[in-house]
């Protein structure tokens, strides 16, 4: 039971570069998160999947888009890369939701230059 | 908008003496509330719930509706609770999104 993996674990960029960082979790997990966290601040809400085919906005969504089309992967996906998103991404997932705590991935260092 | 501010950035305390992590919330309706902490070279994990009313380690947290506070406190501290805390508050829509703090740091010296 691996819970949710993340990768890569680290990635430098280039500005206008495109990406996708992989999340994976084997817990049959319902909900499913991504957040940035950037030096000093508390993680931020990209985008979150309640279910596989549906996803919504968090409060920091623009420059990123996600799918969710089974169960298990929730990949995030950087068009364009530009210096304001080097930060720490962390996925997580929950089976019902925040109230029942989420499990955290290990998180991916992105660095654009 | 519901806002987590945990004032403390860092904080230091010695080994055995009591350890009290601040937590201030701002939301409208009933708040759910969590600390996350992380240890070093660890992921982010829960460390308890307001709703679950329980104790971890040795730490409790008491929500103060009045003073819309969640502080995490712990009697004793140990050299192994030094990690990097997050309150969390829980929006409370479908999702129960979860928002959180800037964190503490917490460095228990020996």
């Known amino acids: 039971n691996a819970g949710v993996t993340q990768t890569p674990k680290f990635r430098i960029l280039k500005i206008g570069q495109s990406m996708t960082l992989q999340c994976a979790q084997d817990m049959n997990h319902n909900y499913m998160y991504w957040y940035r966290q950037d030096p000093g601040m508390g993680l931020k809400l990209i985008y979150y999947s309640v279910g596989a085919g549906i996803t919504d906005k968090g409060e920091v969504p623009n420059g990123y888009n996600v799918s969710r089309s089974t169960t298990e992967y929730f990949p995030l996906r950087l068009e364009l890369a530009a210096p304001s998103q080097t930060s720490v991404y962390f996925c997580?997932?929950?089976?019902?939701?925040?109230?029942?705590?989420?499990?955290f991935g290990s998180g991916t260092r992105l660095t654009v230059v | 908008a519901q806002r987590v501010t945990q004032p403390e950035k860092l904080l230091s305390v010695f080994k055995g003496a009591p350890v009290e992590l601040k937590c201030n919330y701002s939301y409208s309706g009933s708040p759910e509330l969590f600390w996350y902490v992380q240890y070093s070279r660890q992921r982010l994990q829960l460390l308890l719930r307001h709703i679950s009313r329980e104790s971890i380690k040795g730490f409790t947290a008491d929500l103060n509706k009045g003073e819309t506070s969640f502080h995490l406190k712990k009697p004793f501290a140990q050299e192994e609770d030094s990690a990097m805390y997050y309150c969390a508050l829980s929006d409370q829509t479908g999702a129960n999104n979860l928002f959180f703090g800037t964190g503490t740091r917490l460095t228990v010296i020996p």
């Open positions: 997580a997932s929950s089976y019902l939701g925040g109230n029942y705590g989420y499990t």
